[in-house]
């Protein structure tokens, strides 16, 4: 496709659920980054990778978040055993390098019940 | 943790007026970005300065960089209704693994 898309848009979860978003970025872009951002303020950094390789997981809150991009083109996020606070919108961005114009997807807004 | 601040946090003005935003930031960048995001969507690429540069055009848009302060500003010239969105500042740092690094943003308000 044309731009970065991430499915699902909307998930509701009760809490204690597992849940996994997807991300597929744009065919190329080598850099691909989750974002967390909770209602009015700016996106958070979780996670960053380059290809396949994981290189900065540094904004994962817990270890109840987990994200993967096994081939290197679709990633996803994981996160398990869903919490209140975990409630935000989250945010993929793909880019050709991790410090360029980054391209965003339309996000995954996540409400934990 | 957000390195980036936007001022105002809010802006309201009439179409055809101008409307500035503006960013200041702690440590060293290696360039400085906006964005914009219209209410439930994605986030939009607006322009890119590096760190050697002061200003830079797009369009309506003039953005403007002053690393001895750790500043930067955003001009939307003649606004329009359409421009009403959320505005973000990122900066990009010098070295390292790091990422953008994005502000709170300026919710801008353009009235016809």
């Known amino acids: 496709g044309a731009g970065v898309s991430q499915s699902p848009r909307y998930k509701v979860a009760k809490r204690g659920q597992d849940v996994a978003l997807r991300c597929d970025p744009i065919?190329?872009?080598?850099?691909l980054f989750w974002y967390q951002q909770a209602l009015g303020q700016g996106p958070e950094f979780l996670t960053y990778?380059?290809?396949?390789?994981?290189?900065?997981k540094s904004g994962l809150p817990s270890d109840r978040f987990f994200a993967e991009r096994p081939e290197g083109s679709v990633s996803t996020l994981k996160i398990q055993r869903t919490q209140q606070e975990d409630s935000a919108v989250y945010l993929c961005?793909?880019?050709?390098?991790?410090?360029?114009?980054?391209?965003f997807g339309s996000g995954t807004q996540l409400s934990v019940l | 943790s957000q390195q980036g601040e936007e001022d105002p946090q809010a802006l309201s003005i009439q179409e055809g007026e101008n409307a500035t935003m503006n960013c200041s930031y702690k440590?060293?960048?290696?360039?400085l970005q906006w964005y914009r995001q219209n209410s439930g969507r994605g986030l939009v690429h607006l322009i890119l300065?590096?760190?050697?540069?002061r200003e830079k055009h797009s369009g309506r848009l003039r953005v403007t960089l002053d690393t001895s302060k750790k500043s930067s500003s955003l001009l939307i010239t003649a606004s329009r209704a359409a421009d009403t969105a959320s505005y973000f500042c990122?900066?990009?740092?010098?070295?390292?693994?790091?990422?953008?690094?994005f502000g709170k943003g300026t919710m801008l308000l353009v009235s016809p």
């Open positions: 300065i590096r760190s050697n540069e």
């Open positions: 961005a793909s880019s050709t390098d991790r410090n360029e114009k980054l391209f």
């Open positions: 065919s190329g872009h080598v850099s």
């Open positions: 990122a900066t990009g740092p010098p070295s390292g693994y790091s990422t953008l690094t």
């Open positions: 990778f380059q290809n396949e390789a994981q290189l900065d």
């Open positions: 440590t060293s960048i290696n360039n």
